[in-house]
């Protein structure tokens, strides 16, 4: 059993600890050894002795027998107390090795961010964000006294003080870097892998962009100067450049898109490259009210509109829908604009002279309508 036990305990040491295990080992073998010899040398001792007494004394058998018995007693309890003294005594060296492990690794640790960490920089560089803080709040309170004072210039110190914040955003992440670390090859090769992850990220949807920019000048969906919806947005393209298109909307607003939202989204191009461009415009009558008288109007004042492109043909469409619960008479109308820049102008004209005409021959708008019986 006493074998049994202290193999095992020689296992479980050897997996964690492989050098002391084998002293272990061999320190255990050899006291097992010296024991074992010891104890057949006393028991032979002991059984000689205790012949030679009967031998001898045949009156004093019992006591030697008692004694014998006793030390054969004491011997047997020694077997069983050994096996676990030296389980405690691995046990505390366990114990004392993890701690010692423990130690080692938190020392380790403390190491490594000294070896890359200066204190004394860190305390500066926390001193230096606080300075430019300050001085930023300082330069914004300047431009925008200056903004006041010269309304004029506005724009300008905007810009200024847009390019100014980012060198000093960038001054300040790499002095802060260079105050607070120790570089060496390590510490490049960490900070090189992060910017190289970091900077994939962020160039994805530029490279992306820069793709969809090749497309659209390869496939031509549209092109510089073409009147075009795309995501609620209606106007002009003015620029189409490797990473966004520009457009002017008809409001005056220049809206920017990137290249690759192109190709996920519907476009609209109204002209496709030509200066014409249809229009669709929608009238509504009543429908008590003359339609045809309707239709020859809407046709004479498109035909002799300014802004009409004459070489395109002019197409009138009559249909009955329901209008705000009221039934009535869409008249549709569709005409080609001489240039696309006249398109606000020209639907203003057919809704002016239009709207005259009818209410001179007394064509009225959609209402309700009272049925006699």
């Known amino acids: 059993m006493k074998k049994y036990i202290l193999h095992c305990l020689l296992f479980v040491l050897s997996v964690l600890l492989p050098g002391q295990a084998q002293e272990l080992s ?12 010891d104890s057949h040398i006393s028991w032979d001792k002991t059984e000689e002795l205790s012949d030679n007494e009967i031998k001898q004394d045949p009156d004093g058998l019992t006591s030697d027998a008692i004694n014998a018995l006793e030390s054969k007693e004491s011997f047997s309890r020694d077997q069983v107390q050994e096996p676990t003294k ?33 204190v004394s920089g860190v305390i500066f560089s926390i001193t230096l964000i606080v300075v430019v803080v300050m001085l930023l709040r300082l330069m914004h309170r300047l431009v925008e006294r200056f903004s006041i004072q ?50 994939g990220f962020a160039i994805k949807d530029l490279i992306a962009s820069f793709i969809a ?5 390869i496939d031509r969906p549209f ?7 795309f995501d609620g947005q209606y106007g002009d393209i003015t620029a189409i450049g490797l990473r966004s ?27 496709y490259g030509e200066l014409s461009m249809q229009m669709t415009i929608d009238f509504y009558i009543g429908l008590d009210q003359d339609i045809e008288k309707a239709c020859e109007i809407v046709n004479e004042a498109t035909s002799s509109s300014h802004y009409i492109c004459l070489p395109k043909p002019v197409v009138v469409l ?14 549709r109308v569709k005409a080609y604009v001489l240039d696309i820049q006249y398109e606000a102008a020209f639907e203003t004209d ?14 009225h708008p959609p209402s309700i309508l009272h049925r006699n019986n």
């Open 86 to 118: 030296a389980l405690n005594e691995s046990s505390e060296i366990l114990k004392k090795t993890i701690q010692a492990s423990a130690d080692d690794g938190d020392e380790l640790t403390i190491t490594k961010i000294t070896r890359f960490v200066r």
């Open 245 to 271: 298109v520009r457009m002017q909307t008809l409001s005056d607003d220049t809206v920017t898109i990137p290249n690759n939202k192109f190709l996920s989204d519907v476009t609209v191009c109204g002209n």
């Open 350 to 363: 057919l809704n002016l002279r239009i709207m005259k005409a009818f209410k001179t021959h007394e064509i």
């Open 150 to 199: 010269i309304p004029q210039k506005r724009m300008l110190f905007h810009k200024i003080e847009t390019i100014a914040q980012f060198f000093i955003y960038v001054g300040l992440a790499i002095s802060i870097f260079l105050l607070s670390f120790r570089i060496n090859e390590q510490l490049l090769s960490i900070i090189g892998g992060t910017v190289a992850v970091s900077f």
């Open 223 to 229: 092109q510089v100067g073409d009147r075009i919806t």
């Open 26 to 37: 061999t320190s255990t073998g050899k006291t097992t050894k010296l024991e074992q010899s």
């Open 318 to 331: 009559v249909k009955q829908v329901i209008i705000e619960s009221y039934m009535a008479y869409r008249v």
């Open 213 to 217: 920019g090749l497309m659209i000048m």
